[in-house]
């Protein structure tokens, strides 16, 4: 499967079946990166490790507290890593078999949500867009009928990127500190985001930090400017959408950030190519 045709969606008219694999294809990269980095890294998975299982110190709980005491071992931690990785490859492979994707979406979003219930550590934004999309997936496979349910799933995944896109750049926009042009330089100064070859070279450069703040914020709050653009116009901004956070990936490294994110944008072309003035393609 050539790597381009995975950060690049199809080029329009998209269907509705390259728009299904496409929107969950990034996704499952990123799961099975999330997956193979937690796997060369077990021991932080264990009893003294900072990702340590949780679970089972919890007061109350409906699940057991055997079935806990399992989910916080190494060897559950690795069990519900490996399930990702599992989840993620059907998907990728599973180019014109929706059942596969669909199964495959199934044990990424089991694998985010076990990971979750036993720590909440170690989880960034992309991998809640992530989980999100596999949750989506999952939900709207129980309309009976494939096109309205595959329609429906693009549809909220599309829904939940314009919200996630509009209110990330809104909170952005009454806070004191990025309104100020400081946020990401503050943000570069931390040991775990600013060690990178470029975060150190961006922090040499206050105006370009700043330039780059409010850069955020424009792009982010403009988000739906998308849906008035002609789609191959639509497209071509959406690249943009993935280079920025590609550069995001890199200078934090972040290297899940970018699938994450970059998964919900053929649903976004989907939807524009459906507009009515694009001749709502079915």
């Given at each position: 499967?050539?790597?381009?045709?995975?950060?690049?969606?199809?080029?329009?008219?998209?269907?509705?079946?390259?728009?299904?694999?496409?929107?969950?294809?990034?996704?499952?990269?990123?799961?099975?990166?999330?997956?193979?980095?937690?796997?060369?890294?077990?021991?932080?998975?264990?009893?003294?490790?900072?990702?340590?299982?949780?679970?089972?110190?919890?007061?109350?709980?409906?699940?057991?507290?055997?079935?806990?005491?399992?989910?916080?071992?190494?060897?559950?931690?690795?069990?519900?890593?490996?399930?990702?990785?599992?989840?993620?490859?059907?998907?990728?492979?599973?180019?014109?078999?929706?059942?596969?994707?669909?199964?495959?979406?199934?044990?990424?979003?089991?694998?985010?949500?076990?990971?979750?219930?036993?720590?909440?550590?170690?989880?960034?934004?992309?991998?809640?867009?992530?989980?999100?999309?596999?949750?989506?997936?999952?939900?709207?496979?129980?309309?009976?009928?494939?096109?309205?349910?595959?329609?429906?799933?693009?549809?909220?995944?599309?829904?939940?990127?314009?919200?996630?896109?509009?209110?990330?750049?809104?909170?952005?926009?009454?806070?004191?500190?990025?309104?100020?042009?400081?946020?990401?330089?503050?943000?570069?100064?931390?040991?775990?985001?600013?060690?990178?070859?470029?975060?150190?070279?961006?922090?040499?450069?206050?105006?370009?930090?700043?330039?780059?703040?409010?850069?955020?914020?424009?792009?982010?709050?403009?988000?739906?400017?998308?849906?008035?653009?002609?789609p191959a116009d639509a497209r071509r901004a959406l690249a943009g959408v993935k280079l920025f956070h590609l550069g995001i990936a890199v200078t934090?490294?972040?290297?899940?950030?970018?699938?994450?994110?970059?998964?919900?944008?053929?649903?976004?072309?989907?939807?524009?190519?459906?507009?009515?003035?694009?001749?709502?393609?079915?």
């Open positions: 499967m050539p790597f381009t045709k995975i950060v690049n969606e199809p080029s329009h008219p998209i269907s509705r079946e390259d728009a299904h694999y496409w929107t969950l294809a990034p996704a499952a990269v990123g799961e099975i990166i999330s997956g193979l980095e937690a796997l060369t890294r077990t021991a932080a998975y264990g009893p003294n490790g900072l990702l340590q299982g949780l679970s089972s110190k919890r007061d109350r709980s409906v699940v057991p507290q055997a079935l806990r005491k399992a989910i916080d071992s190494h060897g559950g931690a690795v069990a519900i890593k490996a399930m990702g990785v599992v989840g993620g490859a059907l998907t990728l492979t599973g180019r014109r078999s929706r059942a596969q994707q669909i199964t495959g979406a199934g044990l990424m979003l089991a694998s985010s949500g076990l990971s979750k219930y036993r720590t909440s550590f170690g989880r960034d934004g992309a991998d809640h867009m992530a989980a999100l999309i596999c949750g989506y997936r999952v939900l709207t496979a129980l309309v009976p009928e494939a096109e309205k349910s595959d329609d429906l799933f693009l549809r909220a995944v599309n829904a939940q990127t314009f919200i996630a896109y509009v209110t990330a750049g809104a909170a952005k926009a009454i806070s004191s500190t990025w309104r100020s042009g400081e946020a990401l330089e503050q943000v570069l100064q931390t040991q775990q985001y600013g060690d990178s070859a470029v975060a150190k070279w961006l922090k040499k450069s206050p105006l370009l930090c700043s330039s780059m703040t409010w850069f955020t914020i424009v792009w982010e709050t403009g988000f739906p400017i998308v849906y008035l653009l002609a934090m490294g972040l290297p899940r950030f970018f699938w994450g994110f970059s998964s919900a944008h053929a649903a976004v072309l989907y939807a524009v190519d459906r507009l009515p003035r694009n001749g709502g393609r079915g």
